[in-house]
């Protein structure tokens, strides 16, 4: 994963996104919000001299207003690409995006107006499970299809949606089977012996952190530490020293961003490096994680990724060329892939039905594989993915793919360096 590219900026504007058990908290407001108005017809009549609108709220500014800018790229391009080649049923596509501000009950206002007084004729969805939960309730209320790019928490799936679908490989709890496929792989006395399990308070990393160590526990591997740190937290010393006194080989973090920087920076100071470590999501952010815990730190750091830029997926190529033309030759983020591929399942959908009916393009995702640049997706009858994710590790400065062998980019993982 590639997130970046504003080297050395982990300032964020202030937080506004709140803790797991809160995730609920934009259910009961849209509750109230979503009744208001009236939704358009799930059958959009066709008109090729109109615009096609795709209604999209992203988290521009606050806590996710990283990934949430990525995200806008992703689409963006996707929507210049489509255009250049004629449009989606012959019709241009406009994005009409908003801003949360990573905010739950901005969300839901921001779909309910693009739903009910916009009446845009399609809706893709925000970055993560915080803001998907809410507004994907919205869009299934108003009975419209809805394709998020980010937000694999396993409560997403739970609640009987029809029209909601994730378009990454697996869901949270599901994200580091192909990491523990890989420590089973090893022989017993190449296994890390015991691990610490530090997350971040987070509706999608906690998932990921919990899974893994009750499979690893069940290889024999020991725990020895865990701990749950709030979503804003910015001091690791506490964390890092608690780690460092237990000295586990193994460190799984369920880490978004500055977290994973902050904590290995604390490492650091220590001078305590694991014989492996793993994070969730922050080594994805290819330029920003490098310089923030040193390139050459990053060596054999494990992440579970969606998608990969040499990946020879259909039209991969022309995505990561567009990207580095357009942001100065930088390598696409993830986020700004799975987005682009949130629109790719979009786009297959309303091609297949041949209109754009809501009701129609949402069966036909049950019971169809997609292509996209992430790789064939597929989903069960709740929209939760039914692949696999792939395990990426940092080697020679660089992000590369270690497995599954059809999808890695090199034949070898390489150890963990000590910190330089």
């Not at 996710?64 to 929507?79: H, L, V």
């Amino acid at each position: 994963m590639a997130r970046q590219h504003d080297s050395g900026n982990f300032a964020r504007h202030a937080r506004s996104v709140t803790p797991i058990r809160a995730i609920a908290t934009g259910v009961a407001v849209l509750l109230a919000v979503g009744a208001c108005g009236t939704a358009p017809s799930k059958t959009a009549a066709a008109d090729n001299s109109k615009p096609l609108v795709v209604g999209i709220s992203l988290p521009l500014t606050g806590d996710f207003s990283q990934p949430g800018g990525e995200a806008r790229k992703g689409y963006e391009i996707w929507r210049d690409q489509v255009n250049a080649d004629g449009g989606l049923l012959g019709r241009k596509i406009e994005l009409k995006i908003t801003d949360d501000a990573s905010n739950q009950d901005t969300v839901v206002t921001d779909y309910t107006k693009l739903i009910t007084q916009d009446k845009v004729d399609l809706l893709l969805g925000t970055f993560s499970t915080l803001l998907n939960f809410p507004a994907s309730a919205v869009a299934e209320k108003n009975k419209m299809l809805y394709v998020e790019p980010a937000g694999g928490a396993p409560k997403m799936f739970d609640r009987g949606f029809t029209k909601l679908f994730f378009a990454q490989q697996a869901t949270a709890s599901h994200q580091p089977d192909v990491f523990v496929d890989y420590i089973k792989s090893l022989p017993e006395s190449e296994r890390p012996k015991t691990a610490a399990y530090p997350t971040q308070d987070d509706p999608f990393t906690t998932p990921v952190i919990e899974s893994m160590q009750k499979q690893l526990e069940a290889l024999g591997v020991k725990t020895v530490y865990t701990t749950t740190y709030p979503a804003d937290a910015t001091n690791f010393q506490t964390i890092a020293s608690a780690i460092a006194a237990k000295k586990p080989d193994l460190i799984a973090q369920g880490a978004v961003f500055e977290d994973g920087v902050g904590l290995v920076r604390s490492l650091q100071q220590l001078n305590y490096t694991p014989k492996v470590l793993f994070q969730t999501s922050a080594p994805s952010n290819a330029g920003q994680y490098s310089d923030g815990i040193g390139k050459a730190n990053t060596e054999g750091v494990f992440y579970t990724v969606s998608w990969n830029e040499k990946a020879k997926t259909p039209n991969n190529a022309e995505f990561v060329a567009e990207y580095a033309k357009r942001y100065n030759g930088g390598i696409p983020a993830e986020d700004a892939a799975d987005a682009y591929a949130a629109a790719q399942v979009v786009q297959a959908a309303a091609k297949a039905v041949g209109k754009i009916d809501q009701d129609a393009m949402a069966t036909w995702l049950h019971a169809n594989k997609v292509e996209t640049i992430l790789g064939t997706l597929a989903w069960d009858q709740t929209g939760a993915p039914t692949s696999q994710f792939l395990l990426a590790q940092w080697q020679n400065g660089a992000p590369e793919v270690v497995a599954p062998k059809e999808a890695a980019t090199v034949d070898k993982v390489v150890t963990k360096t000590p910190w330089q």
